[in-house]
Structure formats: structure tokens, C-alpha cells
């Protein structure tokens, strides 16, 4: 699976929209981009995944650029609730033939903050 | 409701012993995954099982063993050869490949945390 890049920490004004950010350079075709959040002492919950078309669901937006070497996560407007950590993954997923199911690297993610 | 229970929510352990945690999913899935999660760090695999019966080290399998007798149970052995055990333990399951709808996504349980004294 491709290696992420993302900023170890961010901050957000509740209400306004949280941009978070993911280079994955080396990303190959048939690999599709995953968001994960965990708040803190939870189990990872699964966000939005896309493979080049910006995809969006009740709970965020995914805009990928044209070159697919990063991505953004938005939420449009964070609440306090959305304080946790977003994980980036890129992987082949089953349906498109990947074979590590759920072998996911997780690295180190993105600590978002929302201040009132 | 559907879903991943791990137990206990709060384990200790005196060094040397074993201990189990347990990972029970209803949500019919066919591979299960064990991680692990130090202090402000990513999740690391330990193991993982993509059907009954068989399981695949990963990451760090060193110091841990699983088994995967039923579908719905797999649970993790910390033996006392895991030099370092003190860690919240996460499990958590994804749907086979091929089905209508499958995301790909896992789905995790609320985490067992193991602390050794």
C-alpha cells in the first residue's frame, strides 16, 4: 500500500468548514483513498473512501486531485464532537481485486481540534 | 444491534501472566484483525484471519497468538513472551470481497486497554 503524508495536528473554529489534508505521491492506479477518524480511547470509524471522482456522504467530502498525489477531507461544518484523529489510507481494496483486506497501515494521522 | 464487542474494556496483568481478549462480531464478516495502538501513535497489525480456520501473522505477532474457530470469535492471546504488552488493543472486521456494496471499510470494536503492572 502507498505511503500518506499528513499534518501532525490542525485547528478549527466550530462551525466552520475543517480542510484536512493527505499527499500520497506514490499512489498507484487501483488504489483508493480512505479516511478513518478515532476520538479519543474509541475504535477507528470509517469516514468517505474515492478513488478520483470527489465523492461526498452525510458525514464529509473527499476532493482528489486530477494527478490523485493528495486529497482533502472536508467537514463543512465541525462541531466539537468532530475533535479526534483522521487517519489517510490508501489501498486496493477487495472490490477492486485487492487481496490485504483489512491489512491497513495506519500511521501517525492528523490531530483535529475544534475550539468553540 | 450489529456489531464488534471486545472485553474486557480494562484489563491488567502482572508480568509473566497470559491474557485473552476477547473479539465477538454479528455482522456475518469473513476477516477479523487484531491492532495495536501505543500512546500517540498509528494502529499497528497484529494478526489478521480472512476466514474460519486460518489466520496471517502481521506486523507484530511476536509475543501473541489468535484462533479463529468460528466465524463470529477471534480471540487474542498476549502470552508472557510479549515483552512489551502494556497497549490498547483494537479488533475489527470487514466484509468478504465480491458482495454488492462492500466498501472495503472495517469496522472497529470500542478497544480492550491491557495494562501491565
Known amino acids: 500500500d502507498a505511503k500518506t503524508t499528513q499534518p501532525p495536528s490542525m485547528d478549527c473554529a466550530e462551525g466552520r468548514a475543517a480542510n484536512l489534508p493527505c499527499n500520497h505521491s506514490?499512489?498507484?492506479?487501483?488504489?483508493?483513498v480512505y479516511w478513518y477518524r478515532q476520538i479519543h480511547s474509541q475504535g477507528p470509524q470509517y469516514i468517505i473512501h474515492?478513488?478520483?471522482n470527489n465523492e461526498t456522504n452525510e458525514m464529509a467530502s473527499l476532493i482528489i486531485t486530477e494527478d490523485r498525489k493528495s486529497s482533502t477531507l472536508i467537514l463543512p461544518h465541525a462541531t466539537l464532537r468532530d475533535t479526534a484523529v483522521y487517519y489517510c489510507?490508501?489501498?486496493?481494496?477487495?472490490?477492486?481485486?485487492?487481496?490485504?483486506?483489512?491489512?491497513?497501515?495506519f500511521g501517525q494521522g492528523t490531530i483535529l481540534t475544534v475550539h468553540p | 444491534d450489529g456489531g464488534i464487542t471486545q472485553s474486557p474494556k480494562y484489563l491488567f496483568r502482572k508480568e509473566g501472566q497470559n491474557v485473552t481478549l476477547s473479539c465477538e462480531q454479528n455482522?456475518?464478516?469473513?476477516?477479523m484483525y487484531w491492532y495495536r495502538q501505543d500512546p500517540g501513535q498509528g494502529l499497528r497489525l497484529i494478526y489478521y484471519?480472512?476466514?474460519?480456520?486460518?489466520?496471517q501473522k502481521g506486523d507484530i505477532a511476536e509475543g501473541y497468538s489468535v484462533s479463529r474457530e468460528k466465524k463470529e470469535s477471534f480471540p487474542l492471546t498476549v502470552t508472557s513472551a510479549q515483552k512489551n504488552p502494556t497497549a490498547f488493543y483494537l479488533c475489527?472486521?470487514?466484509?468478504?470481497?465480491?458482495?454488492?456494496?462492500?466498501?472495503?471499510?472495517?469496522?472497529f470494536g470500542e478497544g480492550s486497554r491491557l495494562t501491565v503492572l
Open positions: 506514490t499512489i498507484s492506479g487501483n488504489e483508493y
Open positions: 484471519s480472512q476466514i474460519v480456520n486460518d489466520f
Open positions: 474515492g478513488l478520483k
Open positions: 455482522l456475518n464478516h469473513d476477516a
Open positions: 475489527a472486521s470487514s466484509t468478504p470481497s465480491g458482495l454488492a456494496g462492500n466498501t472495503g471499510e472495517l469496522f
Open positions: 489510507i490508501v489501498r486496493v481494496p477487495p472490490f477492486a481485486g485487492g487481496t490485504s483486506y483489512g491489512k491497513l497501515t
